[in-house]
Each structure stands twice: as C-alpha cells, then as structure tokens.
C-alpha cells in the first residue's frame, strides 16, 4: 500500500466516527450503574457475592465487637479502629464498633471476609470526597445509615457504536 | 569535585562534541525513572536507564505480613495488570498449603486475567500513541478500556486495583447474567481495536516512524534474557500460557502471536495482536466454563506450613513471564517473597537498542518495551 492511500484510510477510519453515538459518560449528571447492592460476604458459605466495592455499612445488631475486620485491616490499611459507641445507641457486650478512616482505606473489601456474623457489607456509595480529614473518618452511627445510589446508565452497544444510554 | 556528589547524580566526563542528557524522572516522556543518554549531534551514543525512583520495598512489606493479607499491597506494582501480578503468589501459597482449586475458580481466573491483560495494553496502548504524537490514538484507547473496566468491575466490585484472586480461589462468584454481558461487550471490544489497524498500524506516517528503529535480533532477544512481547516480536515462538499452562490453559487452544522483524513496529503490533487473541480465549473460557459450582476453597485463618519449604510460580503477564518466588517458614508470614518482574528484564535491552538511534526516536523504541517503571522498581 503506498503513502497516499494509507493516510486516506486512516482519515477515513476517523471520519467514520463522526455518525457514531458518544461514549462518554456526562458523569455528575449521569451515574454508572452497578451489578447487585455492594459486596457482601457470606460466612457459612465462604464465598462473597459480586457488587461495587464501595462505602461500608455496619448493622449494629449483628455487631458483637469481636475486633476481627479491626484485625483483617491492620497488614493492609489501618484503617478500622474499635470505638465506644455512646450510652443511647445500640450496645454490644464490649460496647466498641468498628469506625472507618476512608482518608487509609484501599476498599478490598478483606474486613469484610473477616465478619463472621453478616454485620459490615459493602454499598455502592462511591462519593465520599470531604472538605476536611475529619469528614472522611465515619462513626458507627454514620455507617449505619444505608446510602441512596443514583444509578442510570448502562453501556449499551448497538449497531451505531457503544453508549452509556 | 564529582566524588562528593552522591552516586545517583556524578557528573559525566564528556569530551566536546558529546553532551549528556537526563531525559527524566520527571518528564513523563520517561516515565518515573531516568534515561542518561549521551548524544553527539542528534545521535544516540550510549544510554544508561536509572531506575529506582519508585522503589516501594513490596518485597520487604510481604515478609510482615500473612498470605491473605498481602494481597491488596503486592498488587500496586501494575494497577492495571494487578490480577496478573497477583497470579503466580497465589499459585505458588496454593502450592505450598496443598490447595486444590475448584474448577469453575480456575475458569474465573483465566477470564479475569485475560481481561486484565487487555486494560494493561490498551492503557500502554494508549501511552504510546500520544508520545508518537498520535492524539487519536490516546482518546480510542482510553475509551475502549471503559468497556473492560466496566466488566472487571461487574466482577470484582473495583475498576482497578481487584484483590480478586486468593489462595484457594476468587473472592465472589460471577454476578447474574454476567456471560452475555461479557460475550457483548467483547465482542463489540474486539470489533473496535480491529479498527485500529486503519489509523494506527498500517497508517504510513506510524510506519515510517517505528519500521527499523531499535531492531532486537533473535539472538540478542534471547541473550538478554528479553520476555513476552519483546521476546515475541524477535521471532521467539515463547509464550507461557502454552509452554508451561497453568490452571486451565491447558484446556484453551491459545494461538502465540510471532513476528520476525524484531524492531519498534513489530514490537507495538504483538500486544496489539494479543489481545485480539485474548479475546478469542475469553470466548473459549465462557463456553467451557462449568456452569455452577464452588469457587472458593474454606482456608483456616492464618494458614501456613509445616516447615521449610519454597516454590516458584510464573505466569504470562501483559508484559511477559512473571514470577514469584516464596519461602515458607513455619510460620504465618513469608520467609521472602521474591517477585522477578518483565519489565525489568526488558530494560535490559535499552542500551543496546538505542545505541545508534536519533534521540527523536527515543519514545518510539523506549515505549515499545512495554516497560512499567513500578513494577520494574517494585
């Protein structure tokens, strides 16, 4: 193939993909959207099931303050430290929860493996960017919240190319 | 004068018509190391690659701490390749505990990892299109990979770093309807870097740039110890998944992409080809893998072994064999953990490719190395 028709298919190539859809993701205004409700684990099985890996969430009435997820934590991030929680909320016998630093944590999501009683699941809240280091240290009471996840976009793929919906 | 200066910065002896350069670490013409090339005029005379400057000790880090705990860290090397990193230490603590792997696990493995390779090259890709001065070839890239990370987070619940793999398995089965997805979207991947041919490897100007710069002979290639794609583009038929399979390989019909040329083209056309070919195997895998079953082997917490004991596992990664070498002492951690990485043997051949060569062909054949200045560092 000589010079000339070389550069003609390759501008040609390029052209081509002016009549296809836009790929791009228009992210704050579209939001990806995800397989299942988070990454969950399943202890009597030993097997988790798939889902973003993203902010946790700690039910207080499965908590037994055992220190595990603490313990899973400490060769990755350090990033689970054991807290008192107050008079009024839910107790357990130590009357200590686990309360996340997501400035340290890498989100694999091991503290998780490491609860054998179905109380830390991963949701699929992935914006937790803060103002202040303190912002992004949440407390038991914090975690216990379920997040609400804006999730509507899809890739989709068609003869036109691929799109985000 | 130079002897008090530390190591890292002594100044060359040059005599006139020769000057030094430092092409990095800043410049991210290098990536994060620095290339000391000397050049008379517009020619290259000698090239001395210094490498360090993201040296993480993942090595030292392995020996405090157990095999599961590892896992998130020794993965950093190559985020985009970090199911592949992860690949021969799982293999090798698997070895060493006696686990045997459910089959469906292995099936998991071979896609993620395949996947994996994928994201790797096209990010490479991507990296060296825009140092051609191929803007085009950065934006398709870059977009393209978002159909694979799309998928590897489906699976894994992260886009980059996974920690999917461990001793005696993957973490999470494979979500609902998962298959079609992935046979959808790579296929459509697969239609799109076909594409790429047209703009990128047959386009003239590219050609004319890479053909016969930076030429690897056969018996240089395997001199210098070269691996995976370098190795393959010096006509060296060598491709771990076939020569030494491990998991399931055995069981796909892998095809070992050759080219004989041995210069900077070639060299950026084998990745190219082989993810051609591991979307072919992600296909094989979807159709051979068991439908249900266990994917996870119950470990005991803080497993470890009997005595002393050691084992060497190596995979192909985006970039060539990868291996890791771990000792086992009885106790819950490591002895050592060993990782010897591609791209550090690549660099190997630097020096003698660039000897010779203009220095404004210096990205063309440094890229084309398929070198990951932290994994080399580790």
Request: proline content about 6%; charged content about 25%.
């Amino acid at each position: 193939m000589n010079t000339a028709t070389g550069i003609i298919r390759a501008l040609n190539s390029g052209i081509k993909h002016i009549a296809t859809k836009r790929f791009t993701l228009r992210y704050p205004e579209e939001k990806l959207k995800f397989v299942g409700d988070g990454y969950q684990f399943d202890p009597s099985t030993g097997v988790g099931i798939a889902g973003l890996k993203g902010r946790h969430m700690l039910f207080h009435d499965h908590c037994t303050g055992c220190q595990l997820c603490s313990i899973a934590c400490e060769g990755v991030a350090e990033a689970i430290a054991m807290v008192k929680v107050p008079e009024e909320q839910k107790q357990n016998k130590k009357s200590i929860m686990p309360q996340i630093d997501y400035g340290k944590c890498v989100f694999c999501g091991l503290c998780v493996d490491a609860c054998p009683f179905y109380a830390l699941y991963m949701t699929n809240d992935y914006e937790l960017s803060s103002f202040s280091k303190e912002g992004l240290i949440y407390t038991p009471a914090q975690l216990q919240v379920k997040p609400f996840v804006a999730q509507d976009s899809e890739i989709q793929i068609s003869d036109r190319g691929a799109t985000h919906g | 004068m130079t002897a008090q200066l530390p190591p890292g910065l002594a100044l060359h002896k040059v005599d006139e018509r020769i000057m030094t350069l430092n092409v990095g670490p800043q410049h991210p013409g290098s990536g994060h190391m620095r290339l000391i090339v000397q050049i008379d005029g517009d020619y290259i005379v000698a090239c001395d690659p210094d490498p360090g400057y993201v040296h993480r000790g993942e090595e030292k880090m392995a020996e405090y701490r157990n095999y599961v705990t590892n896992i998130p860290h020794l993965e950093r090397p190559v985020i985009h390749d970090s199911c592949n990193i992860l690949y021969p230490y799982v293999l090798g603590v698997e070895e060493l505990l006696g686990i045997e792997v459910p089959e469906r696990a292995k099936y998991i493995r071979v896609i993620a990892s395949e996947l994996n390779r994928c994201i790797y090259t096209m990010y490479w890709l991507a990296i060296y299109g825009i140092f051609l001065g191929h803007s085009t070839m950065f934006m398709w890239p870059a977009g393209d990979r978002e159909l694979l990370i799309d998928l590897m987070e489906k699976m894994t619940g992260a886009r980059v770093t996974h920690a999917h793999f461990v001793p005696g398995g993957v973490r999470n089965d494979l979500p609902p309807n998962f298959e079609d997805v992935c046979l959808r979207q790579v296929n459509y991947f697969e239609k799109r870097i076909k594409e790429y041919a047209a703009v990128f490897y047959d386009n003239p100007i590219l050609v004319s740039r890479t053909r016969d710069t930076g030429v690897l002979s056969r018996q240089d290639a395997i001199g210098y110890g070269t691996t995976g794609s370098v190795l393959r583009a010096s006509g060296v038929d060598y491709d771990l998944r076939v020569k030494e399979p491990y998991d399931v390989y055995d069981e796909l019909d892998v095809h070992t992409n050759v080219m004989k040329e041995g210069d900077s083209y070639a060299r950026s056309k084998v990745p190219w080809l082989d993810m051609i070919e591991s979307c072919n195997i992600i296909r094989q895998t979807l159709q051979k893998m068991p439908k249900s079953g266990s994917v996870r082997v119950k470990l005991k917490p803080n497993p470890k072994t009997k005595g002393l004991e050691s084992v060497y596992k190596r995979v192909e990664s985006g970039r060539g064999s990868l291996g890791c070498y771990i000792v086992s002492d009885a106790k819950v951690e490591p002895y050592r953990v060993k990782l010897s990485v591609p791209s550090f043997r690549n660099l190997i051949a630097l020096p003698n490719l660039l000897r010779g060569e203009k220095l404004g062909n210096m990205p063309s054949v440094y890229w084309s190395l398929n070198y990951w200045p932290v994994e080399a560092d580790r």
